[in-house]
């Protein structure tokens, strides 16, 4: 479904390793490979502490891998640095989890979003007014906003002005960490109206870290399911709620709660928590939760494989038989 | 004679009105969910409930009834003991609200031995059954942890074990499961609602997912600037109501399988 001219970025066997207490490593990713293709949305979903922010913050260069390589433009950014990073981090930019603690209090709205610009040389400082208006008004906010700090507005303001100041250089990526999770639930419809028309506008590729599920397959293109650092199942953003085939990923649409639910049904919640990602178990990681576990699964660590274009699990239950 | 009765409640911070002509009554093993915007007045409104209201607030109207017997008049020592037995309160961070210095078996057996006087040491048996009542394994481990040495869901389940040690009639939940991943929420729904069918516990749910909100509630209030906007029955308000406020709010859930925008 997506055409290999529009990739843009991929990630190729990232792998990142943080050193842990009494010498032992936490691995907080383990080689993960994704596409991002233009105009297109990766959502990366799971539960806390699986790794998907620490992948995220690969592409804004607020992290380095340990391992793999990531490649924009032919070019392996995660070795950047100077002034070709400078110039680099103006095609990538970032969205985060929670607007009131992502601003500089002291600043004002027009400040905040015209400082990516005039660091970039993009305007002169003449033109603040009229730039900061004009971005302003992009989000749908009223332009009289550049005047106000970010605590004279609510949580919904703030993260349209959050996302302003990201479109402010136009990139081309955008990478946004639980954008819409501090927001109630009516602003954060409105957000993701607002995200998703902007990007079909000027045809901007969105990382969007969730782990609400139903929210991200109202949007995304392409969804990514992470737990323990690997990557276990990549399928259409469509294909979520009729064609997911990880029992982890099930056992995530499982645990979902939603007005039009058929309320008489029995939740069935996983078992236990996600172990700790110092001690990932040999073989599959999800073994010691998942109702399926095979004794295949405790020897050997499952790999993705392709079911169907587009469509790639890593669990010994699928694509077996295509090996035979 | 209903369980609890909120009638007309007026609440003020420093004068100000937030909380205007609130109204609710809850029967015995009846779950109602409040949900609303941030700043909507829900947690105002069960925090009245128990008597903790923040920062000088007061109730300047109305009454606040519990078996009959108004609960605005209770002296000090009146409160303590209902408070953690019959009514108890759970907090969106249960590990937050605990003393961060103190071992969780010290918190605990402080707690049960100020409502019964038993020996240290049953009342650690107590709090250890307790734990492992709400499914927490190695209930031993975990009365010797500081709060932050455990996960947020199993402070979560920490924080309802202490609630329920006595089996309340009325339990109060503030936004239970925001901070929870949907795994660890689906457990800890699963484990309330086995409360009120176990023991019959009455609940009061305070949250801003509407998932969980019609999910658990047998009625539900929809609050809005510190007014009542919208309640009834779960069936009523998701299909029958014709509150503009009410059908914006469940239009904007996200739902499998539901609108995309792509």
């Not at chain 1, 990201?166 to 955008?174: G, K």
């Not at chain 2, 008049?73 to 953690?84: F, I, K, Q, V, Y």
Request: net charge neutral; glycine share 8%.
């Amino acid at each position: 479904m997506f055409d290999e001219k529009d990739l843009i970025l991929e990630a190729k066997h990232v792998t990142r390793r943080f050193p842990a207490a009494g010498g032992r490593e936490l691995t907080a990713c383990s080689d993960v490979n994704l596409k991002f293709y233009k105009g297109k949305t990766l959502g990366l979903v799971g539960e806390s502490g699986c790794g998907k922010s620490t992948f995220m913050r690969f592409l804004v260069w607020l992290d380095r891998p340990t391992e793999g390589e990531i490649i924009y433009h032919g070019r392996d950014i995660t070795k950047l640095k100077g002034r070709a990073l400078w110039e680099e981090r103006q095609h990538i930019q970032m969205v985060f989890q929670d607007p009131s603690t992502s601003f500089n209090p002291k600043m004002r709205v027009r400040d905040i979003i015209c400082e990516p610009l005039l660091n970039y040389r993009r305007i002169r400082l003449s033109e603040k007014d009229a730039t900061a208006r004009r971005l302003l008004e992009m989000v749908e906010l009223p332009g009289d906003f550049a005047d106000r700090f970010p605590h004279n507005m609510s949580g919904g303001q703030r993260q349209r002005v959050a996302i302003a100041r990201a479109l402010a250089l136009e990139p081309e990526i955008i990478v946004m960490d639980e954008a819409t999770s501090a927001l109630d639930v009516s602003v954060q419809a409105t957000i993701i109206d607002l995200i998703t028309k902007l990007q079909r506008e000027k045809d901007i590729t969105i990382g969007f870290i969730c782990h609400n599920l139903g929210l991200i397959q109202s949007f995304a293109h392409q969804v990514a399911v992470m737990y323990l650092g690997n990557i276990v199942e990549v399928m259409p953003g469509e294909d979520i709620a009729n064609n997911s085939k990880h029992p982890y990923s099930r056992a995530l649409l499982d645990a979902v709660f939603d007005v039009k639910m058929d309320f008489s049904k029995k939740i069935e919640p996983i078992k236990g928590e996600a172990p700790s990602p110092l001690d990932v178990p040999a073989g599959c990681p999800f073994r010691d939760r998942c109702e399926h576990c095979m004794e295949l699964c405790r020897q050997e660590k499952p790999v993705l494989r392709e079911l169907e274009p587009g469509h790639q699990v890593a669990c010994h239950l699928f694509g077996k038989e295509d090996n035979a | 004679m209903a369980l609890l009765e909120i009638k007309n409640v007026d609440i003020s911070y420093g004068g100000k009105v937030t909380v205007k002509n609130c109204s609710l009554t809850l029967n015995e093993g009846e779950i109602c969910s409040i949900v609303g915007e941030s700043g909507s007045g829900k947690t105002t409104v069960i925090r009245a409930v128990l008597g903790l209201l923040a920062g000088g607030g007061r109730v300047t109207a109305g009454d606040i009834l519990y078996e009959g017997r108004s609960l605005l008049s209770l002296t000090p020592r009146e409160w303590r003991s209902l408070r953690g037995h019959d009514i108890s309160m759970i907090f969106q961070d249960s590990g937050a609200m605990m003393n961060q210095t103190r071992k969780i078996g010290n918190s605990f057996v402080e707690y049960i031995r100020t409502h019964e006087s038993i020996s240290k040491k049953a009342a650690w048996a107590k709090g250890v059954h307790m734990l492992e009542r709400m499914r927490l394994p190695d209930g031993d481990r975990i009365m010797r942890s500081y709060p932050f040495q455990l996960s947020g869901g199993m402070r979560q389940r920490v924080g309802i074990a202490m609630g329920m040690t006595y089996q309340p009639k009325l339990l109060l939940a503030d936004e239970p499961t925001s901070a929870l991943d949907v795994t660890t929420q689906a457990q800890i729904v699963r484990q309330m609602m086995e409360l009120r069918d176990e023991y019959g516990t009455a609940i009061i749910l305070v949250t801003h997912d509407l998932g969980v909100a019609t999910y658990m509630g047998d009625k539900i209030i929809v609050m809005k600037n510190g007014m009542i906007e919208d309640q009834g029955q779960r069936d009523y308000m998701l299909r029958e109501t014709e509150n503009e406020y009410t059908r914006r709010l469940l239009e904007a859930v996200p739902s499998i399988g539901g609108k995309r925008y792509v």
